[in-house]
């Protein structure tokens, strides 16, 4: 079930230093706070316990010689093929070498760290056997900031891009330390760390399961949760800037619709618009708005109910076993079972449909953009500077916004609809999830420079409005954005200012600045 609480994502990653992996659930606040902001990672001792309990029982079943899938047969397909005990360890070690085989420009460094967290997560719950050492190790590689080389194209849902970040634990591939890219056995002895020889079940452990595509979804999804909440702040500006009435919140209104994510956005326009003296001049200036005003409480609560959804299931992935065989204990002896843990389609099919809530909001804020630069609608001087003609003003970001918006729809196109098969078709149908939660997460980062655009023209407006004062928030943010971004008289490079707005929505700083007078945005 959903839940809805009116807050989300309360905690600011930035403040967390340290985390623990342990009994309780991992929060997304503190997942980014890992990957994005370099906090620290420890392990509880339900951890230890729970992975030295797994390791011993699945050291027995190799001694015993049972038949388990990836631990005495080969993968995929060559699950015909039985493996020997005494060739346990060298399986392990072909499938990392012989899986990485992602292609492409390597994936960021926080995207890299997400994964590695995600399989200190995945092979902690204690049902993969994966031995203390070699997750010790992986943690300590976090921790230095060594981070693995990995190519970023090419997977159906795992396996090529683990396979490269996986070389590393074993002295090979390569990785970056101090900004430099190294040889992965250089990279550890220079963090002072060494390479562990990888144990019975470790390689397909690291390899399997939803790892790399929880990850970026858990990224996307907070970068997407942030920028909705800066939509609401920047709706109110537009309130302000276009000189729209509020009757459009009226809570008469909203209230018909069952919606609650609908009747909070406007809630939390109306708490940031509360002593704005614009919105009480002009609450009976006109019957009605356009709908890029008028809508904003519909249309956003859509996009936070989408993004509410895909939020519980990637966080629900985040804290399961995504692994195969996963290995349960049964009092004195226990047992390997085979399954499906390891697709990702919860997070697939949530990761698409964050894309289109996604793409929604970006398309309402880039024609709330077009209505404040185009004189013919907005009243204000052409392009929203004093001398026109002579000067472009921002002409041109909305060209940018407009193509973001072309680019975001493109990306909306659901990939976990998909399906090529793959191992012989052992694999018949596949997730294709890592394509839909990397579109998610580059989706994320161009509403977040759509957003900043608006934020910088409706800024601009406001200038031109000297008789009436806007609320005491949105002073706040004006005041926020004008301390790098000063008003525009005449053209000038204005990379730099969208850069900097950008920076403010990312890092949640605006949103920040906003919760710290009114409290903490509804969702």
Known sequence: MVNHNDTILCRDSREIAEVFLGSEDFTIEEFVAVARYGAKVRFSSEYCERVKKTKGLLEKFLKENRLIYGVTTGFGDNVRNVISPEDSEKL???????????VGEPLEKEVVRAIQLMMLLNMGLGYSGASLGMLELLRDQLNNEVTPFAPGEGSVGYLGVEGHIALVLIGEGKAWY???????????SKAGLKPVK???????????????????AVLAIYNAIQATKVGDIAGALAYEALQGTLKACDKRIIDRKKHIEQSRTAENLLAILKDSEISKACINLKVQDCLALRQIPQMHGAVKRTLREAMVSIAEEMN??????????QDDDGIALSGGNFDGSYVGIHADSACIAMGVLAKLSERKIDRLVNWHLSGYPSFLVKNPGLNNGYMIPQYTAAGLVGEIKVLSHPSSVDNISTSASQEDPVSLAYFASKKAYQVSKKLEYILAIEIMTEIQALDFIEDMKPSTVTKAVYDLVREKVPPVDQDR???????????????GTLVKCVEDRIGSLKF
């Open 92 to 102: 392990q070690t072909n499938i990392i070498r012989s899986h990485a085989c992602a």
């Open 178 to 188: 101090k900004g430099e890219l190294l040889e992965g056995g250089e990279a550890l």
């Open 198 to 216: 990888i144990q019975c079940k470790e390689g397909l452990s690291l390899l399997n399961g939803s790892t790399s595509v929880t990850a970026i």
């Open 320 to 329: 399961s076993s995504s692994d195969n065989p996963i290995i349960f204990p």
């Open 493 to 507: 490079h204005f990379y730099p200012d969208i850069e900097y707005i950008k920076d403010l929505i990312h890092d």
